[in-house]
């Protein structure tokens, strides 16, 4: 049962482009969340979907940063007009539906530099 | 506002003694805390969890305890080994927020060396 897979797992951008992450859940997992994780921080929620809808986006900012989890395909985090401040490692995370405990299981993480 | 925090950041024990990692926590609607273990380059890994309604947990060398009136919560490695040489991160959810799956409020992290 393969884990949740991130890529690419290395992403250089120049100021200006655009980022895209792609997350594909553990099998049988409906639900993804998006981390990111700055030097010497813990992880900060960004935002959490289930396939077709955003269920809490509370930790995502306003501007340049969306996130989508179509109803085929992995979930996607992209992030436009990418700054030297958007540098960071972003986890993906995922877990079952409702009933058990809330473990989610990450992703080896996109380490995004902006140049 | 740092909602769970791990105040040291951290900590080193000799192999085969016991490794006791420290969690406070603030916001008191939190009702569910994980441990996961991270390693440089790698995505964290769950190790342990507890709901609001025990006190203890317990899976092996890994223990967690869970003092509600106090906001605080510890993992216990015994006996601690080389190989849990790592960054422990501590999380707390709030399943009433958006229902049982929630997101995670992470603390810094403590970094933890067991030396041979």
């Known amino acids: 049962n393969a884990g949740v897979m991130q890529n690419p797992r290395h992403l250089v951008r120049r100021r200006g482009q655009e980022a895209r992450l792609r997350c594909s859940p553990m099998?049988?997992?409906?639900?993804v969340y998006w981390y990111r994780q700055l030097p010497e921080e813990g992880l900060k929620f960004m935002v959490y979907?289930?396939?077709?809808?955003?269920?809490?986006e509370s930790g995502m900012p306003k501007e340049r940063f969306s996130a989508e989890f179509p109803k085929e395909g992995p979930s996607i985090l992209r992030i436009q007009q990418v700054v030297r401040g958007d540098s960071a490692a972003y986890f993906c995370?995922?877990?079952?539906?409702?009933?058990?405990?809330?473990?989610?299981?990450f992703g080896p993480g996109t380490r995004l530099t902006v140049l | 506002d740092q909602q769970v925090k791990q105040n040291s950041p951290s900590l080193s024990v000799q192999e085969g003694r016991i490794s006791i990692l420290n969690c406070d926590y603030t916001?008191?609607?939190?009702?569910?805390f994980l441990w996961y273990k991270k390693y440089p380059a790698e995505g964290p890994t769950f190790l342990i969890s507890?709901?609001?309604?025990?006190d203890k947990n317990e899976d092996g060398r890994f223990t967690v305890f869970l003092n509600k009136s106090a906001k605080h919560l510890s993992l216990h490695i015994v006996p601690s080994q080389p190989g849990d040489s790592a960054v422990y991160f501590c999380?707390?959810?709030?399943?009433?927020?958006?229902?049982?799956?929630?997101?995670?409020?992470f603390g810094k992290g403590i970094t933890l060396s067991v030396r041979p």
């Open positions: 995370a995922s877990s079952p539906p409702a009933g058990g405990g809330n473990e989610q299981f």
């Open positions: 099998k049988g997992h409906s639900h």
């Open positions: 979907l289930q396939k077709e809808n955003i269920i809490d």
């Open positions: 916001n008191s609607m939190f009702d569910y």
């Open positions: 507890i709901s609001s309604i025990k």
């Open positions: 999380a707390a959810s709030d399943p009433q927020r958006t229902g049982a799956n929630s997101k995670l409020t």
